[in-house]
């Protein structure tokens, strides 16, 4: 197979979990959080939720806690429907959160508050990306990398990536189109669900894409 000069660079995603000093113990103090935390902080309450790396009930922090701490599970499922990687930046995400809790107050203007100990804390992470210097330039090279790099590293090129890049794109499909021209190759994997699938579901459904990809160009030759 042939090799093509431009390589993707497989890297690894580290963070750093920092306290904001800030927290909630009801829904009106998680609004006004959300409303003045860093872009880290909900980057880190929302997008960053899938590196736990399990599917879980709730696809992000606030909707976690509105429904187990404070038992609102009817704004914990609208909270839920909001996939962070469909906006193009942090702040169009902040506004809907803020939007989606605004209209549940409008209706519940007194939910229910935590117990003490319970409370919602906002945090932050500090973002450590360090090259693996694994590199791939085919899609053989390629599809033995994804197979084995660290889960934190498939994080970073496919969940990050999408408010990274904008336009939700991950660098997978970005690389494959612009490197390969592999187009319909990175429309299948872009298009693979992350509310569906945890880490290593991804990740296998990426090598399985890729290979069956392999395979054709081989029969192709």
């Known amino acids: 197979m042939e090799k093509i000069k431009t390589a ?6 580290t963070n750093l979990l920092r306290f904001t000093g800030r927290k ?5 103090e998680l609004r006004e959080g ?10 880190h309450h929302t997008g960053q939720y899938f590196l736990k790396g399990a599917v879980l009930e709730y696809t992000n922090d606030f909707a976690h806690w509105a429904g187990e701490s404070l ?14 990687y469909g906006f193009s930046s942090i702040q169009d ?9 605004d209209d549940y107050l409008a209706v519940f203007p007194e939910p229910r508050q ?24 085919n899609l053989a090279e390629f599809l033995m990398a994804v197979k084995y790099v660290d889960p934190a590293s498939i994080y970073y090129h496919f969940y990050e990536a999408k408010l990274r890049l904008g336009g ?16 319909d190759l990175a429309e299948k994997i872009n298009s693979i669900d992350v509310f569906m ?5 991804v990740r296998y459904l990426i090598a399985d894409l890729v290979e069956k990809e392999a395979h054709r160009d081989m029969e192709v030759i």
């Open 197 to 201: 699938h945890n880490l290593e579901e």
């Open 114 to 137: 935590s117990f003490p100990g319970d409370e919602f804390f906002f945090n932050e992470t500090l973002i450590l990306v360090v090259p693996l210097g694994i590199q791939a330039r």
């Open 24 to 28: 909630a113990k009801g829904l009106r």
């Open 71 to 84: 038992e609102e599970r009817g704004l914990a499922e609208h909270l839920s429907n909001i996939d962070p």
């Open 34 to 43: 959300i409303s003045l935390v860093s872009e880290d902080s909900l980057f």
């Open 168 to 183: 939700g794109v991950n660098d997978f499909s970005s690389w494959m189109e612009t490197a390969l021209g592999k187009k």
């Open 93 to 101: 995400l902040r506004q809907e959160l803020l939007r989606v809790i």
């Open 8 to 13: 993707f660079e497989f890297k690894l995603y």
